[in-house]
């Protein structure tokens, strides 16, 4: 994976030494004895690897890590630092470094920390790859590599080329109408309307005409004929969002829709002919809607022929990571930045939340964060979380390791007091050391 790196130390013992056992690990190796002559390789090579100490006469360590990540914001830097500097070290860490060094170090502690850089950087092609394959219009951005989705993406290829209803649900967020639009989109009515109609936005005085159409004159205000949503659908695809918000007088009518194929507008008795797929999503508790005649049980039987339940973010957890870097270059672009990477402070925030809001949340905090930073890095003060999380906070914990829940209190305090460690260490109740000791473990890990 890792295949060359650059060791920049003043001390020859140090180069000497670090060259050799990257060899012995078949990475190629190039040297340079300050920071400047560091950054003017940097300019002409590419390096999959970059092992700087952070003193060194005139230009410091950091300089070559900003350089490197300027130059590319995957790049892999591991910082070398005495024990007396090791809040610099933690600093470097928020600019980007992958990881770093602490001297005296061993064999065995340079090939781990390699060994981590290496699945690093296999998550980090892998995640290229990712997005270079939902870069195609074809794919409507539906990205995953949880098994519960991947099996749901598989099913969408099958379900698209029948004519069938297909009822969708799941929490709010979780892309139940891009999953929809995928249906439409790989069937053969992908060339005709995809109408969505939201029945939850729509006043119920309005709807009906909304749905059906209605004709001059056949209600107060009603100065032209006009075709409702299901006449524009015809020969695609229509999507009611929120079924079960639709009043229960006007779910009798679409049944008869369904099954007849059939519709009349409002102030019409012509019946008219309409060949339209229907799918239906909801975020309620189905079997409640039914007990609750929320729902007509017939309507329900009609629409869900096939049925998709989409998981929330949480029950995927496998998703957040690739998720994160594809809205990520998705807002940069968007918001014309240059592109940007996540400190492993700012990772470790995401994939410990639990998204009540899902993949919709996670987009908005996404985005956010995008717009707050400068840099070309997004750190931990730039992710903002909803206060929700909080009254919820005893459900997160419930089944995590006791050292987990540690590590999230620890890391959400530190980003509450802006990195502040002498605040973060009072809030907790314990010493500074232990506070350092413990942050340097999570690093390490």
């Known amino acids: 994976m890792i295949k060359n790196a650059l060791i920049v130390d003043d001390e020859k013992l140090i180069r000497y030494f670090l060259t050799d056992v990257?060899?012995?690990?078949?990475?190629?190796?190039?040297?340079?004895?300050?920071?400047?002559?560091?950054?003017?390789?940097?300019?002409?090579?590419?390096?999959?690897?970059?092992?700087t100490d952070i003193k060194m006469p005139n230009k410091s360590g950091l300089d070559v890590l900003k350089y490197a990540k300027k130059k590319d914001p995957f790049a892999i830097v591991i910082i070398i630092t005495a024990f007396g500097s090791i809040d610099t070290a933690i600093n470097s860490l928020n600019l980007g470094a992958f990881n770093y060094l602490l001297k005296p170090f061993s064999i065995e502690s340079i090939e781990t920390i390699i060994k981590k850089a290496n699945e690093y950087k296999r998550i980090l092609l892998e995640n290229t790859f990712l997005r270079n394959e939902i870069s195609n219009p074809k794919d409507f951005d539906l990205i995953s590599k949880s098994n519960n989705m991947q099996k749901i993406l598989k099913d969408i290829d099958k379900i698209a080329m029948s004519n069938a209803s297909v009822f969708i649900t799941g929490e709010s967020?979780?892309?139940?109408?891009?999953?929809?639009?995928?249906?439409?989109?790989?069937?053969?009515?992908?060339?005709?309307?995809?109408?969505?109609?939201?029945?939850?936005?729509?006043?119920?005085?309005?709807?009906?005409?909304?749905?059906?159409?209605?004709?001059?004159?056949?209600?107060?205000?009603?100065i032209d004929t006009k075709k409702g949503r299901f006449e524009i659908a015809d020969t695609g695809t229509i999507l009611l969002d929120e079924i079960t918000e639709m009043p229960?007088?006007?779910?009798?009518?679409?049944?008869?829709?369904?099954?007849?194929?059939?519709?009349?507008?409002?102030?019409?008795?012509?019946?008219?002919?309409?060949?339209?797929?229907?799918?239906?999503?909801?975020?309620?508790?189905?079997?409640?809607?039914?007990?609750?005649?929320?729902?007509?049980?017939?309507?329900?039987?009609?629409?869900?022929?096939?049925?998709?339940?989409?998981?929330?973010?949480?029950?995927?957890?496998?998703?957040?990571?690739?998720?994160?870097?594809?809205?990520?270059?998705?807002?940069?672009?968007?918001?014309?930045?240059?592109?940007?990477?996540?400190?492993?402070?700012?990772?470790?925030?995401?994939?410990?939340?639990?998204?009540?809001?899902?993949?919709r949340e996670l987009a908005n905090i996404i985005e956010r964060a995008v717009v707050l930073s400068d840099e070309f890095i997004i750190d931990s003060n730039h992710i903002l979380l909803k206060s929700i999380e909080s009254e919820n906070e005893t459900d997160t914990f419930i089944g995590k390791k006791l050292s987990d829940v540690e590590r999230l209190i620890i890391l959400k305090t530190i980003q509450i007091e802006n990195n502040n460690k002498t605040k973060t260490a009072k809030k907790l109740g314990i010493s500074i050391k232990t506070l350092r000791s413990k942050l340097k473990d999570y690093h390490n890990n």
């Open 248 to 359: 229960i007088h006007l779910q009798a009518k679409l049944l008869r829709a369904i099954q007849e194929k059939e519709i009349e507008r409002v102030g019409s008795t012509k019946s008219k002919k309409i060949n339209v797929r229907f799918i239906a999503t909801s975020n309620r508790d189905i079997n409640k809607a039914l007990k609750e005649n929320k729902l007509r049980i017939d309507l329900f039987y009609r629409l869900n022929v096939l049925p998709i339940n989409i998981p929330s973010l949480k029950e995927r957890k496998d998703d957040i990571l690739i998720l994160s870097n594809y809205f990520l270059d998705k807002f940069c672009n968007e918001n014309n930045k240059s592109k940007k990477t996540f400190t492993k402070q700012a990772l470790d925030m995401l994939l410990n939340y639990s998204y009540p809001g899902n993949v």
């Open 22 to 51: 990257l060899k012995r690990l078949n990475i190629k190796v190039k040297e340079a004895q300050n920071a400047t002559i560091a950054i003017e390789k940097l300019k002409n090579e590419n390096f999959d690897l970059i092992i």
């Open 173 to 222: 967020g979780t892309g139940k109408e891009m999953i929809a639009k995928a249906i439409h989109y790989k069937s053969l009515r992908r060339n005709n309307p995809f109408v969505k109609i939201n029945l939850a936005s729509i006043p119920e005085s309005l709807l009906e005409s909304e749905l059906f159409g209605h004709e001059k004159g056949s209600f107060t205000g009603a």
